[in-house]
């Protein structure tokens, strides 16, 4: 019986079946990668660059796209190096480390677009004590927040999990997760479940506390086309990140708890990155274009620098 200090290495599956088309995969996933870089930097230079968007919203995005850029790198540089190799190895540290970058990536995500929702709540429902409540303190403690809760329940599970002996290394997805390396364990694994599902518990109080916030924004919006006219400008952008993130990780859980491998090899990749490919390509995309002041503001560097190379 092997167990967590013997296995040293695990073995993913996941490209097992796109040997034949590598190099078409390898381009995608690069142009990819490069996309999210260029797309969720471009919005983090500009809002910390320009002070009239040093404002709880644009700050909240910005740190959205921070953590676009921390959650890929835990994907993306090993799943190009895996598309150039024929053996697609991970140690057990590193599996270990990209579970934790992944998983963390994936709660704070979520934990940012439930306090993007707060803010839009107050901002629509409660203007007038808008920048009374939404202070610097405030903003602090929301992203103090966003961060420390998902790298605390993240760490207390890998912790459960490291404590399990292991009876297998093989892996059937494209990275690492936690799901999948207790799946491999040789005794019960109660406690780690019983641990996921109060995880699960605190993110359906958020889902809860979002859909709150929205009944009252889309109350008050219903009430005048001025309203109805911001929800669209502000609210839009986080309602379509929100959803598409929802769906993504939706796709994942199913996958991973209830997926069958007789579904073909792609199908179960696509689900299995979803949530790692198109929130950080979309956020950045449909804040930059629904929000005024980005959108003219990124238009004016990228012309400035045109005019510069002229």
């Not at 005794?187 to 889902?207: E, K, M, S």
């Not at 008050?220 to 929802?246: D, G, N, R, W, Y």
């Not at 979803?274 to 990124?298: A, D, H, T, W």
């Amino acid at each position: 019986m092997q167990n967590s200090s013997s296995v040293t290495v695990f073995l993913l599956h996941g490209l097992n079946e796109t040997a034949s088309h590598k190099n078409i995969f390898l381009a995608f996933t690069l142009l990819a990668y490069l996309l999210i870089w260029l797309f969720n930097l471009t919005l983090i230079i500009t809002i910390i660059t320009e002070k009239t968007l040093h404002e709880p919203m644009y700050i909240f995005l910005c740190n959205l796209c921070v953590n676009g850029l921390y959650g890929t790198a835990g994907l993306y540089p090993k799943l190009l190096a895996d598309f150039l190799s024929d053996s697609h190895l991970i140690s057990y540290a590193g599996c270990l480390t990209q579970a934790y970058v992944i998983y963390t990536s994936v709660l704070c995500e979520f934990t940012i677009l439930t306090v993007m929702a707060y803010d839009r709540y107050v901002a629509i429902c409660k203007p007038l004590q808008y920048h009374s409540i939404m202070t610097s303190l405030t903003i602090n403690k929301f992203l103090s927040i966003s961060w420390i809760l998902p790298f605390c329940e993240t760490t207390i599970a890998l912790f459960f999990t490291i404590r399990l002996p292991l009876c297998g290394s093989h892996i059937d997805k494209l990275y690492c997760d936690n799901w999948s390396i207790v799946k491999l364990s040789c005794v019960d694994n109660i406690l780690n479940n019983v641990y996921g599902n109060i995880v699960l518990l605190i993110q359906v109080c958020q889902a809860l506390f979002i859909v709150n916030s929205y009944f009252h924004i889309v109350r008050a919006c219903v009430k005048s086309s001025e309203e109805m006219s911001k929800f669209m400008q502000t609210c839009l952008p986080h309602l379509i990140s929100l959803i598409s993130f929802t769906i993504s990780i939706v796709f994942d859980v199913l996958y991973s708890r209830y997926g069958s491998r007789n579904m073909p090899q792609g199908v179960r990749n696509f689900l299995a990155v979803e949530f790692l490919v198109i929130p950080p390509v979309l956020n950045p995309l449909i804040y930059g274009l629904k929000l005024n002041q980005i959108s003219r503001r990124v238009m004016w560097v990228f012309s400035r620098k045109v005019h510069i190379l002229k």
